[in-house]
């Protein structure tokens, strides 16, 4: 009934949240997202980026991803419906709420093929222990980007949570496309042996960082 309603009007849900202030879920013209006051978090412009970005990269080779940043888990389903990949997936939110959201809205759930964790992504990548062939980063409260996840710290542990093999794709948004930002981090990347390149303004917005290795 709200699918075909929301061809009439959109159809919103207010969640309050610790993390990311007041999320909503919406239903418009029978589609169903999820964004905060001033940024998209799943199934809308976010979902278009992201695939794009997987576009740039050969998946056959990747046995494990890592997604650091949920929202609605529309990557999962684009993962999963327009590139058929089958592999483990670990998603990774610091926020209850928006996993909560992914499971009873979008109908993401714990499986042998997916594990949904709550924990900081910043913790959680200096002390994971597996290694990753396809790491994706996605981290942002409503459209802010925390500073610690540009700094080369992170990145380093990024690197010591990749397999060596595979890719890594950096949702960097709108602020990062100075190079005084990713500069670093693309330095840090080309001196691990990974191949480097930069698409600005995907989907009319955001810059997408997509290293690779030979």
Not at 47 to 60: D, V
Request: with cysteine; net charge positive; hydrophobic share 40%.
């Amino acid at each position: 009934m709200k699918r075909l309603l929301s061809y009439l009007y959109p159809i919103r849900k207010k969640v309050p949240s610790q993390y990311n202030g007041k999320l909503e879920v919406t239903w418009y013209d029978g589609k169903k997202y999820l964004n905060t006051k001033n940024a998209n978090y799943s199934y809308g412009s976010l979902q278009e980026i992201l695939k794009f970005g997987l576009e740039q990269i050969n998946l056959n080779p990747i046995s494990n991803c890592l997604l650091l940043g949920l929202g609605g888990g529309s990557v999962i389903d684009t993962l999963r419906s327009d590139f058929n990949f089958q592999q483990h997936i670990t998603a990774v939110d610091i926020d209850p709420v928006v996993i909560a959201i992914a499971q009873k809205e979008f109908q993401h759930y714990n499986s042998p093929a997916l594990n949904m964790v709550c924990a900081d992504a910043k913790a959680f990548i200096h002390e994971t222990t597996t290694r990753f062939d396809l790491i994706i980063v996605d981290l942002y409260i409503d459209a802010y980007m925390p500073s610690q996840f540009t700094e080369l710290s992170f990145w380093k542990a990024i690197l010591k949570s990749h397999s060596k093999q595979g890719a890594i794709i950096f949702n960097a948004a709108l602020h990062t496309s100075n190079s005084k930002v990713l500069q670093p981090i693309i330095s840090l990347l080309k001196a691990n042996g990974f191949t480097v390149n930069i698409h600005q303004k995907v989907n009319g917005t955001n810059t997408l960082l997509v290293a690779q290795t030979p």
